[in-house]
Nanobody
Framework: QMHLEESGGGSVQAGGSLRLSCVAS????????MGWFRQSPGKEEYEGVA????????SYGDFVKGRFTISKDNTKNTLYLQMDNLKPEDTAMYFC??????????????????WGQGTQVTVSS
């Protein structure tokens, strides 16, 4: 059983930066797939933000456009999301999630076994 806990959310002005962290309760090795999703206010669907897996695999949602960087530190069981040049439309609850491997439909929520409680990001114009 894996427990995930996010932190680092907050309120920033457009153009600002935030760094989200997600600490896993158990060891996360290079084979595991970890990702960030977000849920915008008033929307039910979750949007895939970034995912990282084995052999250097990294994928970003189309809207990221070079503004976000996903990384992980296996020695600290921690996943990061560096978000730069934030826009008001980035306002959302951001969730960390984990699945055994990054394969198939990367953004399939049901393939992600473990989820954190989320951290709120608010970007003002």
């Amino acid at each position: 059983q894996m427990h995930l806990e996010e932190s680092g959310g907050g309120s920033v002005q457009a153009g600002g930066s935030l760094r989200l962290s997600c600490v896993a309760s158990v060891y996360v090795d290079n084979n595991n797939c970890m990702g960030w999703f977000r849920q915008s206010p008033g929307k039910e669907e979750y949007e895939g933000v970034a995912a990282i897996g084995r052999d250097g695999f990294i994928s970003y949602g189309d809207f990221v456009k070079g503004r976000f960087t996903i990384s992980k530190d296996n020695t600290k069981n921690t996943l990061y999301l560096q978000m730069d040049n934030l826009k008001p439309e980035d306002t959302a609850m951001y969730f960390c999630a984990a699945r055994p491997y990054c394969s198939g439909d990367i953004w399939s929520r049901r393939e992600f076994t473990y989820w954190g409680q989320g951290t709120q990001v608010t970007v003002s114009s």
